[in-house]
């Protein structure tokens, strides 16, 4: 199963958190980070100190779109609290979608915005779709 990762986070959410919150998500499916064949998030992250050490560690790009292309995927769980920061109500699940090529197809997502609060008190938000064959 090939899967598309969206990453969402607190700004400066460390890179340990990241991946703690990244293991998570794939234990819930099964699946490994050898599965993962595309990552993206938010414009806003682009300097995310976090998601390109983690990019970096495992030889990923992550494409980052605007908030505006992501705030037009419909959701399972959108955030007015996402919105109010971002412009978009979902990040790490329209991202994934988008990234899949599934973006008009929210049952893609295999893992729905998993969130782990790391020790520090920074939000990670994990979201995996699965990319079609």
């Known amino acids: 199963m090939k899967l598309a990762l969206g990453l ?21 499916i099964g699946a490994s ?7 993206a998030s938010i414009e806003l992250k682009a300097d995310e100190a976090g998601f390109a050490e983690l990019a970096r560690r495992h030889g990923w790009s992550i494409h980052f779109y605007p908030a505006a292309e992501l705030a037009r ?10 919105r109010k920061y971002t412009g978009t ?9 988008l990234a899949a ?12 915005k998993h969130k782990l609060r790391g020790a520090d008190g920074k939000n990670a938000t994990i979201s995996l779709a699965r990319i079609p064959q």
């Open 8 to 28: 969402g986070c607190d700004r400066g959410t460390p890179t340990a958190t990241v991946q703690q919150a990244l293991d998570e998500a794939l234990a819930q």
């Open 73 to 82: 995927v419909a959701v399972p769980n959108p955030s007015e609290t996402v």
């Open 89 to 97: 109500p979902s990040v790490s699940e329209a991202a994934a979608l």
């Open 101 to 112: 090529g599934q973006a008009s197809n929210p049952a893609a997502l295999v893992v729905e």
């Open 33 to 39: 980070v050898a599965d993962i064949a595309a990552v």
